[in-house]
């Protein structure tokens, strides 16, 4: 029992990460129908960019605000810069776009902070049973999620946005400036990335460290519909919790091949995800 | 070798007596041409480049392999080197734990352990499309080698396996090296597979996977079972990751999961798209391309004394650099490139023809 609940608080914090990077991609996916493969290397960049100012400044703080900054500066230039010019291609274009983007941006890390594995700070203790940090975790992220959510309800700069992802023509004629929302997009998705990367990363900073954390983020988005903020984080937390007993039972190692299986018998069972509603499959 | 292409102009003259072989024999002849061109470069060359034509032996059908299935039904997989981490093992397991068997038997069961493993994952696979494909397929590639660590006695941990296969005949020690003898060995086998995934492409077959890639819809019209083609694609596509996870753990002697990182599927998928998506002829420049790039950078870092951490990053940030170039700028890769020059040449000849019967 008491390895049952240690399993379930463990398994909400790590589900808090999911959700954050999972509402990363369907910011985007919903804005521009791109699934961002890249979104861990632009995590992990502004992630060694925070590791490199707390070391020189030691303050975390100041680290963690360069690291969101620079987080949306790389996903706005992402946008501009490599997403614009597919805009009429087939999705294997993007896809294979951003996979390029996440290869060269892994290697640059490596390339300038070595492969070799950095020790990276928690922003609270992280001793014991659901520890100071696991609450800022997940109280973050969940404030973070609000945060979006507003912004797109109830903000005219979010009915711009969603105006953008859903009908451009209409919008565009109405005097929406189309390109800057989706840049804007881009921008926010990339911050909150920045922020899942910050979480997820301690105590060791690697170029790869973030590939599992997408997995599970990806398989988080999915399972709550990638046109679903809010069913992404419920798919979040219900992963974390989910995995969480996978690992504490059958071990560490068989956690992503669960992700799979899990993946694969949703997506099975209902395509649109676990909150999504069916909707007929464009031709 | 993409003679079906409809844009092929309907006047351009037939090679005659060519087109009289069944294609399986034609095939079957290039394939013995080809293993004399590669005995013949094995012969004047050193032990290195050896290897290293191996190398792009092994690498040639699983791009082949993914070739086929990402090219021609058009599903992405961001996992194939988790097929060729099955036939590595399996190869590895086999001569460790039953020495009797030949090698011919191992690298079979290899290509079939890679099948079965692209059985299941095409099952799931045909449900999926898209990004969502491709982030099932990354679960894979992350998530199998990390099983080894799961079993560590079995199948050892993060050093793998390693073990010695005496394949060359007692006859011939002396006269061939065992590395020379090896790459005869990987390239027999990878032209075997390739007759068959060449006469895939070209037949009823690989019609059907082109009908799907181009329009699921008409194609279920027409009476193509879609979820089936797709997993039939994957079956093939994992037999040549299998084969040719088995066949670089017979050249290398060790099967370990640090060789099938996740950076390994993806720099395959980098090779089938510089090669040019579709063409099996693309998927030789693209193997190539693999190996040669991993040289270069090796070579080029020493002759510029770049730091060992640049060095080691270099072949995966051309390979980055490689997937997004070619998309934005060269959509139909190196092949592509072939054809429009062949097409200009062509042009270039009929007109200086015209020329001078006028």
Redesign the interface.
């Known amino acids: 029992m008491q390895e049952f609940l240690d399993l379930t608080l463990g398994g909400i914090s790590a589900g808090a990460v999911y959700a954050a990077l999972g509402l990363a991609l369907v910011i985007i996916?919903r804005a521009t129908r791109v699934?961002n493969?890249a979104q861990p290397a632009l995590a992990l960049i502004s992630t060694y960019l925070a590791y490199s100012v707390t070391k020189g400044t030691g303050s975390y703080w100041l680290g963690f605000a360069v690291a969101i900054v620079a987080g949306t500066l790389l996903g706005v230039v992402t946008e501009r810069l490599?997403i614009r010019?597919?805009r009429h291609?087939s999705?294997?274009?993007s896809?294979?776009?951003t996979?390029?983007?996440?290869?060269?941006?892994?290697?640059?890390a490596?390339?300038?902070?070595?492969?070799e594995p950095l020790a990276y700070p928690y922003a609270f203790d992280f001793v014991g049973r659901f520890s100071a940090n696991d609450l800022f975790v997940v109280l973050v992220v969940l404030a973070i999620a609000a945060l979006v959510l507003v912004v797109f309800k109830y903000t005219p700069l979010g009915l711009r946005m969603r105006a953008a992802a859903f009908a451009p023509d209409v919008a565009r004629t109405l005097g929406v400036r189309v390109g800057l929302m989706l840049t804007v997009g881009w921008g926010m998705a990339a911050a909150v990335g920045s922020l899942a990367g910050l979480l997820a990363t301690p105590p060791f900073l690697f170029?790869?460290v973030l590939?599992?954390v997408?997995?599970y983020a990806?398989?988080a988005a999915?399972l709550g519909g990638?046109d679903n903020p809010l069913g992404t984080i419920a798919g979040g937390f219900v992963l974390g919790v989910g995995l969480s007993y996978v690992s504490g039972y059958f071990?560490p190692?068989?956690?992503?091949?669960a992700?799979?299986v899990i993946?694969?018998i949703v997506?099975?069972l209902r395509?649109a995800g676990l909150f999504g509603r069916a909707k007929a499959r464009r031709? | 070798m993409r003679t079906s292409l409809p844009e092929a102009p309907a006047g351009s003259p037939a090679r005659p007596g060519n087109r009289r072989l069944p294609p399986l024999v034609l095939h079957i002849l290039a394939a013995l041409g080809a293993l004399a061109v590669i005995v013949v470069l094995t012969l004047v060359t050193d032990e290195f480049t050896n290897l290293r034509i191996a190398t792009v032996g092994y690498y040639l059908i699983a791009v082949a392999g993914l070739t086929l299935l990402t090219g021609l039904t058009g599903q992405v997989s961001l996992g194939h080197g988790a097929f060729m981490f099955i036939g590595a093992y399996t190869v590895a397991l086999l001569v460790r734990r039953v020495p009797a068997f030949p090698l011919w038997a191992d690298l079979l069961l290899a290509a079939a352990a890679g099948g079965l493993g692209g059985l299941l994952a095409g099952a799931a696979a045909a449900r999926l499309r898209g990004p969502y494909l491709a982030g099932a397929t990354l679960a894979l590639a992350v998530g199998l080698p990390a099983l080894t660590r799961r079993f560590q006695d079995f199948l050892g941990g993060s050093n793998g396996l390693s073990f010695t296969v005496h394949s060359r005949p007692a006859g011939l020690a002396g006269v061939v090296p065992e590395l020379r003898w090896q790459t005869w060995i990987v390239w027999l086998s990878v032209l075997v597979a390739l007759v068959f995934v060449v006469n895939i492409v070209r037949g009823k077959l690989g019609r059907t996977f082109r009908a799907v890639r181009d329009d699921e819809v008409a194609a279920a019209l027409s009476g193509i079972h879609v979820g089936r083609t797709k997993i039939l694609a994957f079956l093939v596509s994992a037999v040549c990751g299998g084969l040719a996870g088995g066949l670089q753990a017979y050249l290398l002697g060790t099967a370990a999961p640090g060789s099938f990182t996740p950076a390994l599927s993806l720099s395959l998928l980098a090779a089938v798209v510089l090669g040019g998506l579709g063409s099996l002829w693309g998927a030789l420049w693209g193997a190539i391309a693999l190996v040669y790039f991993q040289a270069w950078s090796e070579d080029l870092a020493d002759a510029l004394h770049l730091n060992t951490d640049v060095a080691n990053n270099l072949p995966l940030a051309v390979y980055g650099v490689i997937l997004i170039v070619v998309v934005l700028a060269f959509p139909r890769g190196i092949q592509g490139g072939f054809q429009r020059l062949r097409g200009l040449l062509r042009r270039t000849a009929e007109k200086k023809e015209n020329h001078e019967n006028h």
């Open positions: 996916y699934v493969f490599l010019p597919l291609r999705e294997l274009s896809i294979i776009v996979l390029g983007l996440l290869l060269v941006l892994q290697a640059i490596g390339m300038i902070w070595s492969n170029p790869n590939d599992g997408f997995v990806l398989t999915v990638l071990g190692e068989t956690v992503t091949i992700a799979l993946l694969v997506l099975t395509p031709v």
